[in-house]
């Protein structure tokens, strides 16, 4: 397996522009997180997926922000409109079952850089 | 006071040592990770514990759930092993909480 593949690896964007990430996550894999890390406040769990319904988005900051996962082999996280605040890098992660019972397996990330 | 604390913050120190990583946590938990973050930034779990012990290679793993509190142990340290290693706890609801890190450099 190619492991969990995010694009795109990095996005130079400017204030008030959409920008869309996107994830493949490990086939098999029945959860799927997205998590933002910055220097800050470091990694945060933003929402997570179980068998494509998303189970938790509490740490979604806000209406800007969704995600989707219309199958098991892909989901988006967007934001819509960004602000500078939003730089940060983003990862997405899988695994079998819940973070109870298996690893975390990451993707690359997605370093976004909003002007 | 945080729900995970790890220590130290900071290791440095040369190629060979025995390494040690400790994690405390203040909650019931269904499980307890140990996550490493190489200078490039790539996330890779190394172990996933409910009790006990577990050993990969040179890296091993305990945890002991009536104290609450895990170390990570690296023998025969190598310069690539220098990261920052990070542990995370389940509270059984796939959501982890994520220690602050601890940033290993291991010199030549």
């Known amino acids: 397996d190619a492991g969990v593949i995010q694009s795109p690896r990095h996005e130079v964007t400017e204030m008030g522009q959409e920008v869309t990430l996107r994830c493949k996550p490990i086939?098999?894999?029945?959860?799927l997180f997205w998590y933002r890390q910055t220097m800050m406040r470091g990694l945060e769990l933003l929402i997570y997926?179980?068998?494509?319904?998303?189970?938790?988005d509490s740490g979604m900051p806000e209406d800007r922000f969704s995600a989707k996962m219309p199958n098991a082999s892909f989901s988006t996280l967007k934001i819509q409109p960004s602000e500078p605040r939003d730089s940060a890098v983003y990862f997405c992660?899988?695994?079998?079952?819940?973070?109870?019972?298996?690893?975390?397996?990451f993707g690359a990330g997605s370093r976004l850089t909003v002007l | 006071k945080n729900e995970v604390e790890q220590s130290p913050q900071n290791l440095t120190a040369q190629e060979g040592e025995f390494i040690t990583i400790n994690c405390s946590y203040s909650?019931?938990?269904?499980?307890l990770h140990w996550l490493q973050q190489h200078p490039g930034g790539g996330i890779v779990s190394l172990f996933m514990?409910?009790?006990?012990?577990k050993k990969h290679g040179r890296l091993i793993a305990t945890i002991n759930i009536q104290e609450k509190h895990s170390s990570l142990h690296i023998t025969a340290s190598h310069p690539r092993d220098s990261a920052v290693y990070i542990c995370?706890?389940?509270?059984?609801?796939?959501?982890?909480?994520w220690g602050a890190g601890t940033k290993l450099i291991i010199k030549p």
């Open positions: 992660a899988s695994s079998r079952a819940g973070t109870g019972a298996n690893v975390l397996t």
């Open positions: 086939s098999g894999h029945d959860y």
């Open positions: 997926f179980n068998n494509n319904v998303p189970i938790d």
């Open positions: 909650v019931g938990i269904s499980a």
């Open positions: 514990l409910s009790s006990g012990k």
């Open positions: 995370a706890v389940d509270k059984g609801n796939s959501q982890l909480i």
